[in-house]
Protein backbone atom coordinates (compact mmCIF):
# COMPACT_ATOMS: atom_id res chain seq x y z
CA UNK A 1 0.00 0.00 0.00
CA UNK A 2 1.32 3.76 -0.63
CA UNK A 3 1.54 5.62 2.59
CA UNK A 4 0.99 9.74 2.05
CA UNK A 5 3.30 11.44 4.94
CA UNK A 6 2.74 15.46 5.47
CA UNK A 7 4.75 17.53 7.14
CA UNK A 8 4.54 19.48 9.03
CA UNK A 9 2.11 17.95 11.21
CA UNK A 10 0.93 21.13 12.72
CA UNK A 11 2.31 25.07 12.39
CA UNK A 12 1.31 28.87 13.24
CA UNK A 13 0.80 31.19 11.36
CA UNK A 14 -0.23 35.11 11.35
CA UNK A 15 -2.85 36.35 9.09
CA UNK A 16 -1.06 37.32 5.17
CA UNK A 17 1.61 34.64 5.59
CA UNK A 18 2.65 32.21 3.04
CA UNK A 19 1.87 28.95 4.25
CA UNK A 20 3.34 25.38 2.67
CA UNK A 21 2.46 22.11 3.65
CA UNK A 22 4.16 19.31 2.25
CA UNK A 23 3.11 15.57 1.09
CA UNK A 24 5.56 12.64 0.22
CA UNK A 25 4.47 9.36 -1.21
CA UNK A 26 6.06 6.25 -0.46
CA UNK A 27 5.58 5.23 -4.39
CA UNK A 28 5.58 6.82 -7.50
CA UNK A 29 1.94 8.23 -7.72
CA UNK A 30 2.17 10.52 -10.85
CA UNK A 31 -0.09 13.51 -10.74
CA UNK A 32 -2.93 11.45 -8.36
CA UNK A 33 -3.00 13.50 -5.60
CA UNK A 34 -5.86 15.78 -4.03
CA UNK A 35 -5.33 18.28 -1.21
CA UNK A 36 -8.79 18.55 1.08
CA UNK A 37 -9.36 21.49 3.98
CA UNK A 38 -11.73 20.10 6.92
CA UNK A 39 -13.28 21.95 10.00
CA UNK A 40 -13.80 21.21 13.54
CA UNK A 41 -17.36 19.36 13.19
CA UNK A 42 -17.21 19.34 9.47
CA UNK A 43 -16.91 17.32 6.75
CA UNK A 44 -13.36 17.87 4.38
CA UNK A 45 -13.73 20.09 1.41
CA UNK A 46 -12.09 19.57 -1.63
CA UNK A 47 -8.82 22.54 -2.65
CA UNK A 48 -7.04 20.74 -5.29
CA UNK A 49 -7.41 17.56 -7.32
CA UNK A 50 -4.79 16.34 -9.72
CA UNK A 51 -1.71 17.57 -8.01
CA UNK A 52 -2.66 21.19 -9.13
CA UNK A 53 -6.04 21.65 -10.63
CA UNK A 54 -8.11 24.52 -8.29
CA UNK A 55 -11.61 23.30 -7.65
CA UNK A 56 -14.19 25.55 -9.00
CA UNK A 57 -15.03 28.34 -6.01
CA UNK A 58 -11.68 27.74 -4.49
CA UNK A 59 -9.77 30.94 -3.91
CA UNK A 60 -6.72 31.39 -5.87
CA UNK A 61 -4.45 32.16 -2.48
CA UNK A 62 -5.13 28.37 -2.91
CA UNK A 63 -2.41 26.45 -5.16
CA UNK A 64 -0.88 22.58 -5.50
CA UNK A 65 2.19 21.51 -7.16
CA UNK A 66 4.15 18.35 -7.53
CA UNK A 67 4.48 14.99 -9.18
CA UNK A 68 5.67 11.77 -8.90
CA UNK A 69 6.09 11.49 -4.80
CA UNK A 70 6.48 15.11 -3.79
CA UNK A 71 3.71 17.39 -3.53
CA UNK A 72 3.14 20.78 -2.18
CA UNK A 73 0.04 22.99 -1.19
CA UNK A 74 0.84 26.63 -0.73
CA UNK A 75 -1.70 29.46 0.93
CA UNK A 76 -0.07 32.37 -0.76
CA UNK A 77 -1.58 34.70 1.86
CA UNK A 78 -3.55 32.97 4.76
CA UNK A 79 -7.20 34.22 5.74
CA UNK A 80 -8.81 34.07 9.14
CA UNK A 81 -11.13 31.44 7.33
CA UNK A 82 -8.38 29.11 6.57
CA UNK A 83 -7.25 28.14 10.13
CA UNK A 84 -8.02 24.33 9.68
CA UNK A 85 -6.90 20.84 8.99
CA UNK A 86 -5.30 20.10 5.19
CA UNK A 87 -5.10 16.32 4.25
CA UNK A 88 -3.58 14.96 1.18
CA UNK A 89 -4.52 12.70 -0.46
CA UNK A 90 -3.75 9.89 -3.57
CA UNK A 91 -5.60 8.25 -5.96
CA UNK A 92 -3.28 6.18 -7.47
CA UNK A 93 -4.23 2.98 -6.69
CA UNK A 94 -6.37 1.55 -3.62
CA UNK A 95 -6.49 2.19 -0.93
CA UNK A 96 -6.65 5.69 -1.72
CA UNK A 97 -4.67 7.08 1.34
CA UNK A 98 -5.03 10.21 2.99
CA UNK A 99 -1.69 11.62 5.33
CA UNK A 100 -1.65 12.50 8.79
CA UNK A 101 -3.13 15.78 8.19
CA UNK A 102 -1.51 19.56 8.97
CA UNK A 103 -3.35 21.65 11.29
CA UNK A 104 -2.85 25.49 11.02
CA UNK A 105 -3.05 27.56 13.93
CA UNK A 106 -3.19 30.91 14.48
CA UNK A 107 -0.24 32.59 16.02
CA UNK B 1 -27.72 21.35 -5.37
CA UNK B 2 -25.90 18.29 -4.55
CA UNK B 3 -26.93 16.99 -1.05
CA UNK B 4 -25.67 13.65 0.59
CA UNK B 5 -27.16 12.95 4.00
CA UNK B 6 -25.89 10.10 5.89
CA UNK B 7 -27.91 7.96 8.68
CA UNK B 8 -28.05 4.96 10.60
CA UNK B 9 -24.81 6.06 13.15
CA UNK B 10 -25.10 5.08 16.82
CA UNK B 11 -24.40 3.25 19.46
CA UNK B 12 -23.81 -0.27 19.13
CA UNK B 13 -22.47 -2.86 21.37
CA UNK B 14 -18.91 -4.72 20.92
CA UNK B 15 -19.80 -7.46 18.17
CA UNK B 16 -22.61 -6.10 17.48
CA UNK B 17 -23.78 -4.41 13.34
CA UNK B 18 -24.91 -1.46 12.02
CA UNK B 19 -25.96 -0.21 8.41
CA UNK B 20 -25.30 3.10 7.73
CA UNK B 21 -27.51 5.19 4.61
CA UNK B 22 -26.25 8.06 2.48
CA UNK B 23 -29.28 9.04 0.34
CA UNK B 24 -28.54 11.68 -2.21
CA UNK B 25 -30.09 14.27 -4.33
CA UNK B 26 -29.16 16.67 -7.17
CA UNK B 27 -27.26 15.00 -9.15
CA UNK B 28 -27.55 11.55 -11.14
CA UNK B 29 -26.51 9.25 -8.90
CA UNK B 30 -26.15 5.93 -10.93
CA UNK B 31 -23.56 8.00 -12.92
CA UNK B 32 -21.04 8.36 -10.64
CA UNK B 33 -18.42 6.08 -8.12
CA UNK B 34 -19.07 6.32 -4.52
CA UNK B 35 -17.08 5.76 -1.43
CA UNK B 36 -17.15 5.40 2.65
CA UNK B 37 -14.12 7.72 4.67
CA UNK B 38 -14.21 7.25 8.28
CA UNK B 39 -12.33 9.40 10.92
CA UNK B 40 -12.09 8.33 14.45
CA UNK B 41 -12.30 11.09 17.20
CA UNK B 42 -9.32 13.65 16.82
CA UNK B 43 -7.76 11.63 14.02
CA UNK B 44 -7.43 11.40 10.88
CA UNK B 45 -9.29 10.57 7.60
CA UNK B 46 -9.46 6.77 6.54
CA UNK B 47 -10.68 5.38 2.89
CA UNK B 48 -12.93 2.59 3.77
CA UNK B 49 -14.14 1.57 0.46
CA UNK B 50 -15.34 1.83 -2.96
CA UNK B 51 -18.36 1.05 -5.39
CA UNK B 52 -19.09 1.44 -8.94
CA UNK B 53 -21.98 2.52 -10.49
CA UNK B 54 -24.04 -0.88 -11.13
CA UNK B 55 -22.67 -1.87 -7.29
CA UNK B 56 -20.86 -4.87 -9.65
CA UNK B 57 -17.06 -3.64 -8.16
CA UNK B 58 -16.47 -2.99 -4.66
CA UNK B 59 -12.68 -2.57 -3.31
CA UNK B 60 -12.32 -2.56 0.25
CA UNK B 61 -9.48 -1.62 2.48
CA UNK B 62 -7.69 -4.83 4.03
CA UNK B 63 -8.75 -4.15 7.80
CA UNK B 64 -12.49 -3.88 6.97
CA UNK B 65 -12.72 -6.22 4.39
CA UNK B 66 -14.91 -9.38 5.33
CA UNK B 67 -17.04 -7.31 7.75
CA UNK B 68 -17.87 -4.39 5.78
CA UNK B 69 -20.17 -4.55 3.18
CA UNK B 70 -20.47 -1.35 0.46
CA UNK B 71 -23.84 -1.64 -1.81
CA UNK B 72 -26.07 0.82 -3.61
CA UNK B 73 -29.54 0.78 -4.72
CA UNK B 74 -29.68 3.74 -7.85
CA UNK B 75 -33.66 3.26 -7.63
CA UNK B 76 -33.32 4.81 -4.29
CA UNK B 77 -30.13 7.11 -4.91
CA UNK B 78 -28.67 5.25 -1.85
CA UNK B 79 -25.29 3.94 -1.09
CA UNK B 80 -25.14 1.99 2.27
CA UNK B 81 -22.20 0.93 4.54
CA UNK B 82 -23.16 -2.47 6.29
CA UNK B 83 -20.91 -2.98 9.58
CA UNK B 84 -20.80 -6.28 11.49
CA UNK B 85 -18.33 -7.46 13.98
CA UNK B 86 -17.79 -3.98 15.48
CA UNK B 87 -15.05 -3.65 18.02
CA UNK B 88 -14.37 -0.17 20.14
CA UNK B 89 -11.64 1.16 16.98
CA UNK B 90 -14.38 1.36 14.81
CA UNK B 91 -15.66 4.26 16.87
CA UNK B 92 -16.00 6.86 14.12
CA UNK B 93 -17.45 9.49 12.45
CA UNK B 94 -18.24 7.83 8.41
CA UNK B 95 -18.39 9.42 5.58
CA UNK B 96 -20.27 9.20 2.48
CA UNK B 97 -18.13 10.64 -0.52
CA UNK B 98 -19.24 11.17 -4.48
CA UNK B 99 -16.16 10.34 -6.94
CA UNK B 100 -16.14 12.80 -9.24
CA UNK B 101 -16.92 13.24 -13.02
CA UNK B 102 -13.65 12.15 -14.25
CA UNK B 103 -12.80 9.96 -11.04
CA UNK B 104 -9.83 9.66 -8.59
CA UNK B 105 -11.23 12.41 -6.51
CA UNK B 106 -14.02 13.37 -3.95
CA UNK B 107 -15.93 16.44 -4.64
CA UNK B 108 -19.09 16.24 -2.82
CA UNK B 109 -19.27 14.77 0.96
CA UNK B 110 -21.76 13.76 3.27
CA UNK B 111 -21.89 15.53 6.96
CA UNK B 112 -21.07 12.68 8.51
CA UNK B 113 -22.80 9.37 10.77
CA UNK B 114 -21.45 9.18 14.24
CA UNK B 115 -21.17 5.26 15.43
CA UNK B 116 -19.59 4.55 18.56
CA UNK B 117 -19.06 0.82 20.11
CA UNK B 118 -19.35 0.70 24.05
CA UNK B 119 -20.17 -1.69 26.36
Known amino acids: DIQMTQSPSSLSASIGDRVTITCRASQIVAIYVNWYQQKPGKAPRLLIH???TLQSGVPSRFSGSGSGTDFTLTISRLQPEDFATYYC?????????FGQGTKVEIK | EVQLVESGGGLVQPGGSLRLSCTVSGFSFSNHWMHWVRQAPGRGLVWLSR????????TYLDSVEGRFTISRDNARNTLYLQLNSLTVDDTAVYFCARDSDSGRYFDYWGQGALVTVSS
Open chain 1, 89 to 97: QHTYSTPWA
Open chain 1, 50 to 52: SAS
Open chain 2, 51 to 58: INTDGSRT
